[in-house]
């Protein structure tokens, strides 16, 4: 079992930063791909960033790719969004999730087994 706690959320202004942090629990962390997705009201959960076991290979939506960078330490277990340039669309709750099996570049949030509590990010324009 694996535990996930998201922290660093916000406001912030259009054009603005935020760094999300994820902690995990649990002793293989350096073993699960990572992800990073986010919900709006109304809408579905959408991948937003991933990150491989290792940290060499990383995978971006479209709409953040340039923006967002995500990245691992293995040492303190725990998996970094780095959000610049953030826009009012950006808007949303934002989860981490786990998947154990440390498959490479998952989009599908089904895909994920554990997931985080979620930490709201508001950018205001």
């Known amino acids: 079992q694996v535990q996930l706690v998201e922290s660093g959320g916000g406001v912030v202004q259009a054009g603005g930063s935020l760094r999300l942090s994820c902690a995990a629990s649990?002793?293989?962390?350096?073993?699960?791909?990572m992800g990073w997705f986010r919900q709006a009201p109304g809408k579905e959960r959408e991948f937003v960033a991933a990150?491989?076991?290792?940290?060499?290979?990383?995978f971006y939506a479209d709409s953040v790719k340039g923006r967002f960078t995500i990245s691992r330490d293995n040492a303190k277990s725990t998996v970094y969004l780095q959000m610049n340039s953030l826009k009012p669309e950006d808007t949303a709750v934002y989860y981490c999730?786990?998947?154990?099996?440390?498959?490479?570049?998952?989009?599908?949030?089904?895909?994920?087994?554990?997931w985080g509590q979620g930490t709201q990010v508001t950018v205001s324009s």
């Open positions: 999730a786990a998947d154990r099996f440390g498959r490479v570049g998952l989009r599908d949030p089904n895909e994920f087994e554990y």
């Open positions: 649990g002793r293989t962390f350096s073993s699960y791909a």
């Open positions: 990150v491989t076991g290792s940290g060499r290979s990383t």
